[in-house]
């Protein structure tokens, strides 16, 4: 199957798939449902920009803008995998407890800057906080509370938290996407030895095979986020997932199908 037609049966499902969450996240407009809209709000844009990178053969830099697509799909399950009353408290964490860390770390930082460079920039002034707020927020998060708040908002921990809650054992997989990205923005060793070995090592049957190949990962892993959010706010709403789009996630995933042979092209 050309990409061109996997590329189109990739847009049909995900438009599927973003009017059903649309649909469900927008039932209600309390501040949890409200943190939900913004996650997905990213997630989307993101998920266009990556599409948009893939159509123009930017297959790298869509693998590191499946990153965050990844880990904001984690926090929208996350903090909809408890009851409503942690829910509640998770939504004020995310924006005040982690908010406020965040400032103290920022201005720290560009306090350093400031003094190892003696750059004068209002950009990094404007991120410092005065004398007063920095010692009463300091006072509040030090080191190991600001452990104790972190931890359970790191990425593998609200997979680990995921799972158990919802009983849902297939979001461990995300934690591939998170390792393979994070090798490209770090630009590691590994990240390069594979690009290198791409362009270098191998024929050119083999470098179209592996850019196939690539392409529908990315794409597809896009589709397993969307139908999660779809199935984690069906369950918010205790609506069943419509037939319908049950059956074009299978069908786009009989789609991929048609590439299985070129996984021997590169053995």
């Given at each position: 199957?050309?990409?061109?037609?996997?590329?189109?049966?990739?847009k049909?499902?995900?438009?599927?798939?973003h009017?059903?969450?649309?649909?469900?996240?927008?039932?209600?407009?309390?501040?949890?449902?409200?943190?939900?809209?913004?996650?997905?709000?990213?997630?989307?844009?993101?998920?266009?920009t990556?599409?948009?990178?893939?159509?123009?053969?930017?297959?790298?830099?869509?693998?590191?803008?499946?990153?965050?697509i990844?880990?904001?799909?984690?926090?929208?399950?996350?903090?909809?995998s408890?009851?409503?009353?942690?829910?509640?408290?998770?939504?004020?964490?995310?924006?005040?407890?982690?908010?406020?860390?965040?400032?103290?770390?920022?201005?720290?930082?560009?306090?350093?800057?400031?003094?190892l460079?003696?750059?004068?920039?209002?950009?990094?002034?404007?991120?410092?906080?005065?004398?007063?707020?920095e010692?009463?927020?300091?006072?509040?998060?030090?080191k190991?509370?600001?452990?104790?708040?972190?931890?359970?908002?790191?990425?593998?921990?609200?997979?680990?938290?995921?799972?158990?809650?919802?009983?849902?054992?297939?979001?461990?997989?995300?934690a591939?996407?998170?390792?393979?990205?994070?090798?490209?923005?770090?630009?590691?060793e590994?990240?390069?030895?594979?690009?290198?070995?791409?362009?270098?090592?191998?024929?050119?049957e083999?470098?179209?095979?592996?850019?196939?190949?690539?392409e529908?990962?990315?794409?597809?892993?896009?589709?397993?986020f969307?139908?999660?959010?779809?199935?984690?706010?069906?369950?918010?709403?205790?609506?069943?997932?419509?037939?319908?789009?049950?059956?074009?996630?299978?069908?786009?995933?009989?789609?991929?199908?048609?590439?299985?042979?070129?996984?021997?092209?590169?053995?």
């Open positions: 199957m050309p990409t061109k037609e996997f590329r189109k049966i990739f049909d499902t995900h438009d599927s798939l009017v059903s969450i649309c649909e469900l996240t927008l039932k209600k407009n309390d501040e949890f449902y409200k943190l939900l809209q913004s996650y997905y709000s990213f997630i989307h844009s993101r998920t266009q990556l599409f948009l990178l893939v159509q123009n053969d930017c297959l790298w830099d869509a693998d590191i803008i499946l990153r965050p990844a880990e904001c799909t984690v926090k929208f399950a996350y903090v909809s408890f009851d409503e009353t942690t829910r509640i408290e998770k939504v004020r964490e995310f924006w005040e407890d982690l908010a406020e860390i965040n400032k103290l770390k920022q201005s720290k930082q560009a306090k350093q800057i400031i003094e460079t003696n750059i004068d920039s209002t950009f990094l002034t404007d991120i410092v906080l005065n004398d007063n707020d010692i009463l927020l300091a006072e509040k998060w030090t190991q509370t600001r452990q104790r708040k972190e931890q359970p908002w790191s990425y593998n921990e609200m997979i680990k938290t995921i799972s158990v809650n919802y009983d849902f054992k297939e979001i461990l997989g995300l591939r996407n998170f390792t393979q990205s994070s090798h490209l923005i770090h630009a590691d590994t990240a390069l030895g594979v690009i290198l070995d791409r362009e270098n090592n191998r024929t050119a083999q470098r179209e095979a592996l850019i196939n190949l690539h529908v990962r990315l794409l597809s892993d896009c589709i397993g969307y139908f999660w959010l779809v199935k984690v706010s069906s369950m918010l709403s205790d609506i069943e997932v419509k037939p319908e789009l049950i059956k074009k996630i299978t069908d786009f995933e009989n789609s991929k199908l048609e590439f299985k042979l070129l996984e021997k092209v590169i053995e």
